[in-house]
């Protein structure tokens, strides 16, 4: 009788935790230092270098308000990311070909796990910050990666002039 407890017990949590990964709560925050990794799309920003802050608000409409932003090149920008819905969402800073693949993964593994200096995952009514330097001149993407909202049309785009 224990055994069947237990069995069921442990069930219960595998089904709990897999609810509770990427499409329904924030990830916390990292607690190691962030990894400045170059991409093509910049790399992660410093708060004293911030120069100014951009709201993105989320909606469950699946999209992003504004869905273009513009900067100068080696603009560091806060992106002040805000879930106005009642579901979670994130943003994804990349290229079409990184969030295409990073989309298809999602696809495929719904409950995946992962934080990134280029990404915020936001809960329903919450904020969060992004901190970016865009030191790389070309257009970019930004996208909801969580499965079905950047196939409903959740992206947008930044232009680094």
């Given amino acids: ?5 237990f069995i069921a017990i442990g069930a219960a949590l595998m089904v709990a935790s ?3 990964a990427h499409g329904d709560a924030e990830h916390a925050a990292p607690k190691a230092p962030v990894v400045k990794e170059q991409k093509p799309w910049g790399i992660a920003g410093d ?5 100014r802050t951009i709201t993105l608000r989320m909606t469950d409409d699946m999209r992003f308000t ?7 090149r080696g603009e560091t920008v806060r ?11 994130e943003v994804v800073l990349g290229t079409q070909a990184t969030l295409d693949e990073h989309a298809q993964m999602m696809l495929k593994f719904p409950t995946m796990e992962h934080s990134e200096p280029y990404m915020a995952h936001v809960s329903p009514g919450k904020a969060g910050d992004l901190l970016w330097n865009f030191n790389r001149a070309g257009r970019f993407d930004f996208a ?11 992206k947008g785009t930044i232009t680094v002039e």
Avoid: D, W
């Fill in 1 to 5: 009788m224990k055994t069947i407890k």
């Fill in 47 to 51: 708060a004293k270098a911030v120069q």
């Fill in 18 to 20: 897999a609810a509770f």
């Fill in 144 to 154: 909801c990666l969580i499965a079905g909202h950047y196939q409903a049309g959740m």
């Fill in 79 to 89: 992106l002040r990311v805000e879930n106005q819905g009642q579901v979670m969402h």
């Fill in 66 to 72: 504004p869905s273009q932003i513009t900067v100068k």
